[in-house]
């Protein structure tokens, strides 16, 4: 059973044993997201959006509807934010997507 609609953002590690799942109403600013490793549900956060690593490479990273990693937009150099993101939102990186 599927409770849940396709999150806003899914990150998922390249060993495929992370995905963070965020679910946003308001143009990207607050949200819910839901961390799990090995398939067990290990944080829920709820409050402002930020950008968070999974700690591991970033193997897919979708906002939006768009694939950003692996690509040339990806805001993420294995596990570590990009310089040019660096004090950016992460509504910015929509805006610019738009």
Do not use: H
Not at 34 to 50: C, D, L, R, S
Not at 57 to 81: H, Y
């Amino acid at each position: 059973m599927d409770i849940f609609c396709d999150p806003q953002i899914f990150a998922e590690s390249d060993d495929y044993l992370y995905r963070r799942l965020t679910y946003t109403n308001d143009d990207f600013q607050t949200g819910a997201s839901y961390t799990f490793e090995q398939g067990k549900i290990a944080q829920v956060t709820i409050g402002e959006i930020k950008w968070r690593s999974l700690n591991t490479s970033m193997a897919r990273c979708i906002v939006d509807g768009v694939n950003l990693c692996p690509g040339e937009q990806c805001p993420f150099d294995g596990a570590v934010l990009k310089p040019e993101w660096q004090g950016k939102s992460l509504r910015e990186m929509v805006e610019r997507l738009q």
